[in-house]
């Protein structure tokens, strides 16, 4: 007896998740760009982040640069806030930033035109509309043109100081409680985890105020992140997620809309963007 | 650096929480009632919760029964799934009930007349109305005239089985990720954490499906939970929620609307039932 027991058999009127996804044809699988994707250890195991150079194409680029040169390499998560982010960087402020820039003009939107989004058909408290770009959670704006990655459990951004241009991706963060959309458009999003999140969300919370840790003892030491294309093909993941572009995607998210296993006995109807599965599989 | 960081000043247009709270008075406060608190003690701490008997009476009386005659001193977590739920269940079944029943018709919603419901201005996904009932998340529908509790980070609810009858409270789940709210109407919320939910959220996950343990060995044991109104009063906390009917609950809400410390650079003009905050304090 558990909380949403998933029953085997769906009902006539539509398809269980399970269901959609058995019936998935390969190309509605994308493998990770090894540009794209990041690999950090920690000594619970590997977190792999896929980043999103459509939202913050500088940032991207500075993090592929600090990652290259090894900066975060023996740094560590010094914050881990219940209801909200985990944070890493370098508790010292000393470690040189070699051809990375400490900091950038924020990335907190961007035009909506030449996105591929798939929207949501329901409301959303925080945004005109919701949808998908490239496996990423987003909003877009007709009013202003405008396009912005959101803040989902999982998502991965970039601390900044009061100013909006403090911050430059030596500091990232990850969401682990409930959507914190307030921070829309007033930070840098630049990727999200696919795999290994449980890993940083067991995290001990810090027992300080906005749960930094208070001694280097309580830190999570981060042995590497390293980028995978900067790895030998033969030590890169097989790492494949579903299109968010593709007829399965649209049927998944329509699964998800109205259960239709036997636990279920009123089925929402609607879904919150933050509550869409983005799955992911080790390629076949 | 941080994400959210708070700055200490606030500008003209309005108050941050902390401002909030500190021009608060003393009947703005309630403190728990000892009839409807649950006090939980596993390795690492103590969970309190408040039962919500506005919306689950059946249950909540069921669950007080079970406290009473020590029902869960002993048994386990069970259950750790990431982005999802905790949940605690006897993992052998053969524990007996005493005066307890085993299952109950299930709660899921109520009539919405009767309760004071302290409504939000802004757009929900998944219902009509949200708002707060008691310092409850809540939502309501006037088509139907029906209310009920929404599945919020640290919401507590009663596991069961596919049948709407299948559960009583005997098997309780506490929400540990952003907030499934299509479990809303489909299953009875009796109560909400209002400390040491980072004791539950930062449990291990579970390695088999749904975030199941594999091993008794990785349970979390629960050495008791009682309810307040069984102990010694000098045994009980001395704590207090804030009123969500008051004032100064409504200008809680609107400083979180529009975050007015200097981080914040596009106020969201808008907040989501699930991010309002709920405080807590020990009684001064």
């Known amino acids: 007896m558990t909380v949403a027991m998933l029953a085997a058999s769906a009902n006539a009127a539509g398809r269980t998740m399970p269901e959609v996804l058995a019936a998935s044809k390969p190309a509605d699988w994308r493998p990770l760009d090894p540009a794209n994707t990041l690999y950090m250890d920690i000594p ?42 985990v944070q890493w960087s370098d508790p010292t402020g000393a470690r040189p930033l070699g051809a990375a820039k400490k900091t950038l003009p924020g990335e907190f939107t961007r035009p909506a035109q030449g996105l591929s989004f798939t929207a949501l058909p329901d409301p959303d408290t925080y945004a005109p509309q919701t949808g998908f770009v490239d496996g990423f959670p987003a909003a877009r704006d007709a009013a202003t043109g405008t396009a912005w990655a959101v803040h989902c459990y999982g998502v991965v951004g970039v601390g900044r100081d009061n100013a909006a241009d403090s911050g430059g991706g030596t500091e990232l963060y990850v969401v682990t409680g409930h959507a914190p959309r307030q921070l829309d458009r007033n930070i840098t999003v630049l990727g999200r985890v696919v795999q290994g999140m449980e890993l940083l969300s067991a995290l001990p919370r ?79």
């Open 206 to 284: 810090g027992p300080a105020p906005m749960g930094m840790y208070e001694k280097p003892e309580q830190y999570t030491p981060i042995a590497h992140i390293r980028l995978a294309a900067d790895l030998p093909v033969d030590q890169r993941l097989k790492i494949e997620v579903l299109r968010t572009d593709t007829a399965t995607f649209t049927d998944l998210i329509e699964s998800r809309r109205n259960r239709r296993d036997d636990w279920y006995k009123v089925p929402a109807g609607r879904i919150d963007v933050c509550n869409v599965p983005l799955p992911v599989r080790i390629a076949p």
């Open 44 to 85: 619970a195991g590997r977190v792999v982040i896929e980043l999103a150079p459509q939202f913050a194409p500088r940032h991207v680029e500075n993090v592929r640069t600090l990652v290259h040169d090894g900066y975060f390499d023996g740094l560590a998560i010094t914050r881990s806030q219940d209801n909200f982010v």
